[in-house]
């Protein structure tokens, strides 16, 4: 399978029609039909429905149809980056975030980013945190945003603020029915949510090993991808999650209680290679400094306990 590939089919997927896709392709139509059916052939599965008019795509088509768009889309992009990298015409910082800081803070200090370096390209790419100190050390990214500690002496891992845990709950929960903190003993006996379920470790582990520090073991522990998932599946009363307190804003159709005990904190470290000599680095730890002087509503001290080198809040 190569891009070629790709390329024909979100043609004909977006036509409906091999003549008219082929047409737009400029190539004959039958070795677009031809071309489309060995990719149905190395998958394993139809992706069209030839039968209909205009043609159909199979339930496993729309899935393919979804990821092409968005392969092609990031190989414009890398294409682009690449040619202005080039020709010189500006600079590329890579960073590697998990979801949940987008959150508590990314959004704004990539904001000030473009501020304060109109020229920079910033690429984002959403990695979880185990996978980002392998993209740091191969040249992937230039810095992450993660949750995990780590020991590696090739990057420098810097604490910014350890973020309160926050358990959301069913709204139709007997727990519930309180909005004081919770003790994570309280989860003992429940089904629990826990993201993402691999690669690991990761934040998922952090949330077990929490569990059972408290001696909550859960009744059940269903694994999920994402943090997306694991709240629309709480919403659907499917279980409890932990989450970080600033990823709370992502539903209101579930229930938040902050969880009270020890060690009910998780980290947000700013990653990068050791010896990264770029002066970009010292700017992004400058704005991120200057971003909590400003006292955002995410940065709350009820819900964040902040790392001494950017703990610059105004008395």
Not at 205 to 220: G, I, Y
Not at 258 to 269: Q, Y
Request: aromatic share 4%; charged share 20%; proline share 6%.
């Amino acid at each position: 399978m190569d891009l070629r590939h790709l390329r024909y089919f979100v043609a004909v997927a977006q036509e409906r029609n091999f003549t008219r896709a082929a047409q737009i392709l400029h190539i004959a139509q039958p070795p677009l039909s031809r071309q489309i059916q060995l990719l149905e052939e190395q998958l394993g599965v139809p992706l069209i429905i030839r039968k209909s008019r205009p043609i159909r795509l199979t339930e496993a088509g729309r899935l393919f149809y979804e990821q092409s768009l968005q392969i092609l889309g990031r190989v414009e992009q890398m294409q682009a980056a690449t040619r202005r990298v080039g020709l010189n015409q500006n600079s590329v910082l890579s960073i590697g975030f998990v979801a949940s800081t987008l959150y508590g803070g990314l959004p704004s200090l990539v904001r000030k980013l473009r501020e304060h370096a109109p020229d920079l390209d910033i690429q984002l790419l959403e990695l979880v945190s185990v996978q980002q100190i392998p993209a740091l050390k191969e040249g992937r990214i230039d810095i992450g945003f993660g949750r995990v500690r780590h020991s590696d002496p090739n990057v420098v891992g810097l604490l910014l603020r350890e973020e309160r845990l926050v358990a959301a709950i069913p709204k139709g929960s007997p727990l519930a029915h309180d909005t004081s903190p919770l003790s994570v003993s309280a989860l003992n006996g429940c089904k629990i949510i826990v993201y993402p379920k691999e690669p690991r470790p990761g934040y998922a582990d952090q949330v077990l090993a929490l569990l059972q520090s408290h001696d909550a073991r859960p009744a059940e522990v269903q694994e999920v991808r994402e943090i997306q998932t694991a709240l629309g599946l709480v919403a659907a009363e499917a279980g409890i999650c932990i989450i970080p307190a600033s990823a709370r804003q992502m539903r209101s159709d579930v229930h938040y209680r902050l969880l009270d005990g020890k060690g009910v904190t998780s980290p947000v470290i700013l990653n990068h290679r050791i010896g990264d000599s770029s002066h970009y680095i010292d700017l992004v730890k400058q704005l991120i400094q200057d971003m909590y002087a400003e006292q955002p509503t995410w940065l709350d001290l009820e819900h964040n306990l902040l790392h001494p080198t950017f703990n610059t809040r105004r008395q």
